[in-house]
C-alpha cells in the first residue's frame, strides 16, 4: 500500500478503552489523512484484508455523502468483514443498503419518527429523569451515573417509544450488550464449535430478537397503540424488513443515548469552567448539547466499500477496498473546528458528524438530541456540583464510544417545594 498509518494504529478496540487517541487522530489528519490500517486478530477475532482510515472532516463527509463511489451494501458497514454466507442475511437492514433502494424502507419508518410522537415523549422523559436523579441522591454524595441513571434512561426511553411491555426490557439490554459490547473483555463471546467468536451479527445469533419482533408485531396489530412498533407492524415492510428494524432501533436507539449521555456527563465533570456556564444560563442547552455530542461522538466508525477505483485525499483506492471514516476524529480537525479540544458548549457553527450525514444520517437523532436536552436540564435542576471521584470505565470498542462506569462525586441541590 501506498500511505501506510506509519505505525498509527486507530484499529485496536483496546485503545478506545483508555480514551480517543487525539495524538494518533491529529497526526493522521496532519500527515496520512487517509492511511492503511493493518486488521490483526485481536481478542480471539480472526484477522482481515486491512482498510483504509479516513481522518480529516471533509474526506469524511464526502465519503458518507458519496454512495456511488462508497457503498454501504457492498460489505455492509462494520469494519470486520461479515461472513460470506451472512452476507445478504446483514443487507436486509436499512444501514447496509445503498440508494435508491435504501429510500423506500427509511422513507416507511420515517413515519413513526414524527415530531409530534416524538415530542409527546418529551414529557416521559423528563420525569423518567427526575426520578432516577432522585433515586441516585440516596447513594449519596459519591455514585456511578452510568449504573443509577444513564443506562435505565436511555432504555426505559426506547422501551416507551418501541412499545415494548416493561416485563421484556431486560431482553433489549441484553441483545443490545451482545450486539455492541462483542469485543469488550466483560462480555464473554460465544463461540461456535471450533472455539472461534460467533458473528453478534449472524442470524443465530439474532434468531431470539427476530422471533421477539415478530410476537411483539402481532400483539400490535391486534392491539395498536402510539409507538414505533405499532406503526411498522402496520406498515408495508416486509417481515425480513421489520426485523432488521426492530434489530436496528433496539440497538442504534438505546446505544446513541446510552453512550452519549455519560460521555455528556464526563466532559461536564471534567470542564467545570463550562458546566458552570451552562447550568448559569450563560449558553443555550442546544449548542451546548451539540458541542457534548462533537466532544464526545456515540459512534467512533463507519465502514464503507469503494465501489470503483477512485481517489480521497491524494490516495489512490482500488476497487472493493474497505473505507472507515472516523467520526471523533473529523470532530476534532483544527481544518473546520477552532480549538477543537476546547469544550465550548456556546459553539456556532458546530457542523460535526456525531449522527453521521448523506443518506444514512441517523433516523432518530431527532429523538436523540431530545432526551440528551431532557436529561441535563434535569441534571442542572438536580445538582449544585459534579467532579470525577475515579476515572471512567470505557468500553473496549472500535465502534461504539461507551462508558461503562462514570463514579462521581455530586453535591445535591435542595428539592424544589411543590406548588401549593
Known sequence: MENTSDGYDVFDPRVYARGLPHDTFKALRDH???????????LGWPPGPGFWAVTRHADVVRVLKDATAYSSYLGATQIRDPHPADLPFIRRMMLNQDPPGH???RRLVSRAFTPGRIERFAATAR??????????????PEVDLVRTVTDDYALLNLTDLLGVPAADRGLLLAWTERVIAYQDPDEPAVLDERGRPVDPRSPAMLAEMFRYAQELAAYKRAHPADDVMTVLATSELHD???EMFFFLLTVAGNDTVRSAAPGGLLALAEHPEERDRLWNGEVGM??????LL????PVLSFRRTATRDTELAGQRIAAGDKVVVL???ANHDERVFRTPHRLDLGRTPNPHVSFGDGPHVCLGAHFARLQLRVLHEEVRESLAGL?????????VSNFINGVKSLPVRTRWREPSAPPA
Open 327 to 329: 467520526h471523533a476524529s
Open 32 to 42: 496520512r489523512p487517509v492511511a492503511w490500517q493493518e486488521e490483526y486478530e485481536v
Open 127 to 140: 420525569d423518567r429523569a427526575r426520578t432516577l436523579l432522585r433515586a441516585a441522591r440516596e447513594h449519596g
Open 240 to 242: 425480513a424488513e421489520l
Open 294 to 297: 462533537r466532544s464526545h461522538p
Open 387 to 395: 467532579e470525577l471521584a475515579a476515572p471512567p470505565r470505557r468500553l
Open 103 to 105: 429510500g423506500r424502507p
Open 286 to 291: 442546544d449548542s451546548a448539547v451539540e458541542e
